[in-house]
């Protein structure tokens, strides 16, 4: 089975932390996303990568970065981390292109304070 | 912009009775489509992709009407494992992304 590990499950920062939130994929997977998900707006696509060391913004990339140094890793980093960044957070890794089914890791409900 | 509607529900059904979702979106040269199903504070997970003949995988069935721009789902002899929040996901031609809808939440009780 194709596993999507994130670091953690649930996690309290303070505003203005520096917050890393590591994802881990076992399948050799090309591509991998973050997504951060909340009540009323769904899935928003943050980042994504198709290679290592490449990376597109998704459609709110304001506020976040990230590292893919290794193929099957793919670290969010928040500079600085402010109250409207409190949400779940959502690891996802696929073959290929977008077509090509998403598996999802379990999440991290990160709490910005 | 690329939208993906749904209602959101709650949609309460007994066990064992039929129930269908729409989901619309607006760019016609959207490609590919497919629904997702996450249970409450899980990760979503592919249900099914939908094809342009229509397509069934046991008690689901899955269509796509692109004149319309819409697809739904319909579930047959619903069981309380159903209960969850069903993602309409679309992926346009020449996009490398997928744009979820916000989902449909569906109770069965028994």
């Known amino acids: 089975d194709v596993k999507v590990t994130q670091s953690s499950r649930y996690l309290v920062k303070r505003t203005g932390e520096k917050v890393f939130l590591e994802c881990v994929q076992d399948m050799d997977h090309e591509n991998m996303f973050w997504y951060r998900q909340d009540p009323g707006l769904g899935l928003r696509l943050i980042y994504f990568s198709y290679d290592v060391k490449m990376k597109e913004k998704g459609d709110i990339p304001e506020g976040y970065s990230v590292s893919r140094e290794k193929k099957e890793r793919f670290s969010l980093i928040l500079e600085s981390a402010s109250t409207n960044q409190t949400s779940m957070y959502l690891c996802?890794?696929?073959?290929?292109?977008?077509?090509?089914?998403?598996?999802f890791g379990s999440g991290t409900q990160l709490s910005v304070l | 912009r690329k939208e993906v509607e749904q209602d959101p529900g709650p949609f309460n059904v007994p066990e064992g009775a039929t129930v269908a979702f729409n989901c619309t979106y607006s760019n016609s040269a959207s490609q590919s489509f497919f629904w997702y199903r996450q249970d409450c504070r899980k990760e979503p997970k592919l249900l099914m992709s939908?094809?342009?003949s229509g397509n069934e995988d046991g008690r689901f069935t899955a269509q796509l009407n692109r004149a319309s721009q819409y697809i739904s789902l319909l579930i047959r002899d619903s069981k309380l494992s159903d209960s969850a929040t069903y993602l309409c996901?679309?992926?346009?031609?020449?996009?490398?992304?997928?744009?979820f809808g916000k989902g449909t939440m569906l109770l069965v009780s028994p």
């Open positions: 996802a890794s696929s073959f290929q292109g977008a077509n090509e089914k998403l598996f």
């Open positions: 996901v679309v992926n346009e031609e020449g996009y490398s992304t997928l744009t």
């Open positions: 939908v094809y342009s």
